[in-house]
């Protein structure tokens, strides 16, 4: 039975998400022992080989597969670095139905590359009775207590697409192709389940395939949650102040209505989901230094 | 700012850091309490200790038992099974019990991060 975490990484204008996930990759390797998989484009590895080498990031990932980039597909997002700056970004996501043909385990752990894994706590996920697991119940560093969002305030439960587990099954084959089918219709889904933003979200589309998979319901769910207690949110007004040291983060988390006003909070051995992305961008050199001596 | 009010508001700072770092210490705990067996996926707690302890007791040695998502599943060897989750259970807790000393006993923000002066 082969294991392994795939990765998804197509650079846009500022970001380098390759860099990013060969950071993660050797964070992966550090803490949850298994092999990494990464998808990309041509422009994206091309300009990670000429930055960083090319024995370097082979050296991070067992598996590289260049796909095609649909240059058709636009989708812009506003990319926050905390409250005071956000750029409008071309955020390349359009291909994440292809996780379950792609991933060439037969366990995989799908994660976004700013899921920085800091434990081994994914570990519990191998050998699972579950075909598939996403996480809905999060938490984030400046609050006290575990929660779930939804969808909009009308609609369903919100499901986490940055951290995926699933077994080639036909349950997981399933969700894939439901989610295949959302993308191309999300004009009309986003009508149905009541939410008002028109950048393709794969949280959205996987929350609406896990709804359909339920029988259109979100009782009883035949796809469960990870074997964590929530999944650890830095959101993108928080910022990172510093890399300690193996697994050991401290970041600058906004206050709750109050912009401008931080707490610190310090992250150690908890795998968290850094969504500023330009502050994981400063500090991917760091990272990489840290821990490609560890591996 | 009215240096009594500074005080008061440095002092619910330090509150609320204290609190937050507390709060990612017991679900981290929590994280490291969970245990997979046999695909399911179980909560080390004293009731699941007992329980197995009791199994045990009775010279059980295979069973099933409904795991964290109510799923039943089969464990075939009870007593090794007790015994690593025993062992977990301590080194989590005990781990637990340093970071919470830790936190509970330092008296600023500097401090509960263990920040340096020069940073």
New interface residues.
């Given amino acids: 039975m082969s294991r392994g975490v795939l990765m998804f990484a197509h650079n846009n204008a500022e970001i380098d998400y390759v860099k990013i996930a060969c950071a993660n990759a050797l964070m992966v390797k550090k803490n949850l022992n298994v092999p990494v998989t990464l998808v990309t484009d041509s422009g994206s590895i091309n300009w990670a080989k000429e930055i960083m080498g090319e024995n370097f990031i082979n050296s991070c990932f067992e598996n590289i597969i260049e796909v095609d980039r649909d240059y058709t597909f636009k989708n812009t997002r506003n990319f926050s670095d905390t409250s005071f700056s956000t750029k409008s970004l071309q955020f390349y996501n359009a291909n994440h139905w292809q996780a379950y043909d792609l991933s060439p385990y037969d366990e995989t752990l799908f994660i976004d590359v700013d899921y920085l894994i800091m434990?081994s706590?994914l570990?519990?996920?191998?050998?699972?009775?579950?075909d598939v697991m996403i996480n809905h119940t999060i938490?984030s560093?400046?609050?006290?207590?575990?929660h779930s969002k939804n969808v909009d305030d009308m609609s369903i439960a919100l499901y986490w697409a940055t951290v995926i587990y699933f077994r080639k099954s036909s349950l997981a084959e399933h969700l894939f192709s439901i989610v295949k089918h959302i993308q191309e219709n999300y004009a009309y889904y986003r009508d149905l389940y009541y939410f008002t933003s028109s950048m393709f979200r794969n949280d959205h589309a996987f929350s609406i395939a896990v709804h359909m998979l339920n029988g259109f319901s979100n009782n009883e769910p035949v796809i469960?949650e990870l074997?964590?207690?929530?999944m650890?949110m830095s959101w993108d007004t928080d910022d990172i102040k510093?890399i300690n040291g193996i697994n050991d983060i401290?970041l600058y988390?906004e206050?709750i209505n109050q912009k401008g006003t931080y707490?610190?909070?310090?992250?150690?051995?908890?795998d968290i989901h850094v969504m500023n992305k330009q502050a994981v961008n400063r500090h991917t050199n760091r990272l990489i230094e840290l821990y490609r001596d560890t591996v | 700012m009215e240096e009594r009010l500074q005080k008061a508001l440095e002092f619910a700072n330090y509150r609320q850091t204290l609190n937050n770092q507390l709060h990612k210490a017991k679900i981290k705990t929590e994280g490291m309490l969970t245990f997979a067996k046999c695909g399911g996926s179980f909560k080390i707690s004293q009731e699941l200790i007992c329980f197995l302890d009791y199994l045990v007791r009775n010279k059980i040695t295979k069973q099933t038992l409904l795991d964290s998502n109510n799923t039943p599943v089969e464990i075939s060897d009870i007593k090794e099974f007790l015994k690593e989750i025993t062992t977990r259970y301590f080194e989590v807790t005990n781990d637990y019990l340093q970071e919470y000393q830790t936190v509970k006993k330092a008296r600023s923000v500097k401090s509960i991060l263990d920040i340096k002066e020069d940073e």
């Fill in positions: 434990s706590a570990n519990n996920c191998w050998g699972s009775n579950n938490y560093p400046g609050e006290s207590t575990l469960k074997p964590i207690p929530g650890l510093s401290t988390t206050k707490l610190l909070s310090r992250i150690k051995n908890t």
